[in-house]
């Protein structure tokens, strides 16, 4: 990932796990507006140019003039006179500013690099760790409000996960920086490998499957599949017997004898259809068979997956209950985090959140 990036952090320990309802929408007359919490409030005279919506109650968006704003906690933050690249994770938000990294750490700015070089250097970013390099050639890592120097030289392979960091070093040893130390897991170079949340999953020299998990290592004798993803705490897999394999918790689980027609993970949540067009859901260690169809279209987020059954109504799996979002047809409706928006009339919009709908005209 190329560019210059501000951050601003915000604190999870302050928010609850089922409050993240913020959404956006305009009106008949095209101003722009935030949901947050149950309420409407005006955020634009003008259509917004673009905007992204973060988990932690924090909206990045740019204005009709170009200029890059911020909303959180119900006030409009003004960012940048100028059009900037901006990103959003689940905790930060992050814009290019020419030559200079900086992080908002609390309520102050902190410079983390002066001497990045545009279209040379690299920023690896997640929702826990800041990942750089500089005109030196310097590896460094900004984790819990400290800089620290991993590499003096160039790194290969690198990919970066909420909480962990995983690259190859100039010497080939497969490194991984996670809750701030770093170790080295191998001293060769994976066939492949793939990082999530808290989890590393790789081939080892004997082609078998290798899990580092919460900062542990977990050896398996399982042969390579050819499909693996991860999740949060979990990885899911396709084995050589064609099999939905579940690994959690040091045990692995067959969800399926059959591979499925499509499966999809996002962080907690894996949904997938098997042969029959059934529509199951894995979460936090429990398989809900929730259709006996493939849904017309679904969305998947952290802890929520919303669908429409065959005729528009909206159903979704929340935190693990399964519950009616709409019970009118709905023909198109969108995700923000755990909200969902829609509209049944012109020019209405409505939002479900934490299992209550609220309607704005």
């Given amino acids: 990932m190329k560019g210059i990036f501000l951050v601003i952090l915000v604190s999870l320990s302050s928010i609850k796990a089922n409050s993240q309802c913020l959404a956006t929408f305009?009106?008949?007359?095209?101003?722009?507006?935030?949901?947050?919490?149950?309420?409407?409030?005006?955020?634009?005279?003008?259509p917004l140019l673009s905007y992204k919506i973060g988990r932690n109650n924090i909206m990045a968006y740019i204005a009709a003039n170009g200029r890059l704003k911020c909303y959180y906690k119900g006030t409009i933050y003004p960012v940048t006179d100028n059009t900037a690249n901006y990103y959003m994770?689940?905790?930060?938000?992050?814009?290019?500013?020419?030559?200079?990294?900086?992080?908002?750490?609390?309520?102050?700015f902190k410079t983390l690099e002066s001497f990045?070089?545009?279209?040379?250097?690299?920023v690896y970013y997640s929702d826990s760790i800041i990942v750089w390099n500089n005109g030196h050639g310097?590896?460094?890592a900004f984790y819990d409000g400290q800089t620290q120097l991993l590499e003096r030289q160039d790194i290969r392979r690198a990919k970066i996960g909420p909480n962990l960091f995983a690259y190859m070093d100039a010497s080939n040893a497969f490194k991984v920086f996670y809750h701030g130390q770093l170790q080295t897991l191998e001293t060769y170079e994976p066939s492949n490998y793939i990082v999530s949340q808290d989890m590393l999953m790789y081939i080892d020299q004997y082609n078998n499957l290798k899990?580092?998990?919460?900062?542990?290592?977990?050896?398996?004798?399982?042969?390579?599949?050819?499909?693996?993803?991860?999740?949060?705490?979990?990885?899911?897999?396709?084995?050589?017997?064609?099999?939905?394999?579940?690994?959690?918790?040091?045990?692995?689980?067959?969800?399926m004898e059959d591979r499925p027609l499509r499966?999809?993970?996002?962080?907690?949540?894996?949904?997938?259809?098997?042969?029959?067009?059934?529509?199951?859901?894995?979460?936090?260690?429990?398989?809900?068979?929730?259709?006996?169809?493939?849904?017309?279209?679904?969305?998947?987020?952290n802890d929520i997956v919303v669908y429409?059954?065959?005729?528009?109504?909206?159903k979704a799996l929340y935190y693990g209950e399964q519950v009616n979002v709409s019970d009118q047809i709905v023909t198109a409706y969108n995700l923000f985090n755990e909200a969902v928006t829609y509209s049944l009339e012109p020019y209405e919009t409505k939002v479900w959140c934490n299992k209550n709908t609220f309607t704005f005209k």
């Fill in 138 to 140: 310097e590896l460094n």
């Fill in 211 to 255: 899990f580092f998990h919460d900062g542990v290592i977990d050896e398996t004798s399982t042969i390579a599949p050819t499909e693996y993803r991860v999740g949060k705490d979990f990885a899911v897999y396709i084995s050589n017997l064609k099999q939905l394999v579940v690994y959690y918790k040091g045990e692995e689980t067959v969800l």
């Fill in 308 to 314: 429409q059954d065959l005729d528009g109504r909206l």
């Fill in 26 to 46: 305009q009106d008949i007359k095209n101003f722009a507006y935030v949901f947050d919490a149950g309420e409407s409030k005006f955020l634009e005279g003008l």
């Fill in 89 to 108: 994770t689940d905790n930060w938000f992050l814009y290019q500013n020419f030559n200079i990294v900086k992080v908002l750490y609390g309520d102050k």
């Fill in 116 to 122: 990045f070089v545009p279209d040379q250097d690299s």
């Fill in 263 to 301: 499966y999809l993970v996002r962080k907690n949540m894996l949904v997938y259809t098997d042969k029959g067009n059934n529509f199951w859901a894995w979460y936090k260690g429990k398989k809900y068979w929730l259709e006996r169809f493939l849904p017309l279209s679904y969305k998947v987020d």
